[in-house]
């Protein structure tokens, strides 16, 4: 399954790992101890058009949508998968 994360963006849900809040990111260590780099080439870091930030085992990813939005994206997908097996 996939999860749309803006900007025309979608990452596979089994490869995700992390999703969290922009300013969290952008104001911890995490960045810099880990050296991510944007997996898209068009990826700014730019606080004000970035809300969440989205990583997964390909590649950082910055999304315009919240971390609470990408949460239930991934749950409704998570659900929409379960009712395709169980009907």
Same mark, same amino acid.
């Given at each position: ?12 849900? /089994?490869?995700? $790992? ?9 104001? #911890?260590?995490?960045?810099? !101890?880990?050296? @991510? ?14 809300? /969440?930030?989205? $990583? ?9 949508? #919240?971390?609470?939005?990408? !949460?239930?994206? @991934?749950k ?11 009907g």
């Amino acid at each position: 399954m996939y999860v749309s994360i803006g900007h025309e963006s979608v990452v596979k849900a /089994s490869e995700l $790992i992390l999703i969290m809040d922009f300013n969290t990111y952008a104001d #911890s260590e995490l960045n810099q !101890q880990w050296k @991510l780099t944007p997996a898209a080439e068009d990826t700014q870091y730019d606080n004000e058009s970035h809300k /969440s930030v989205v $990583i997964t085992t390909t590649g950082l990813y910055f999304s315009p949508l #919240s971390s609470a939005t990408l !949460q239930k994206r @991934l749950k409704f997908t998570h659900q929409n998968k379960l009712n395709d097996i169980f009907g």
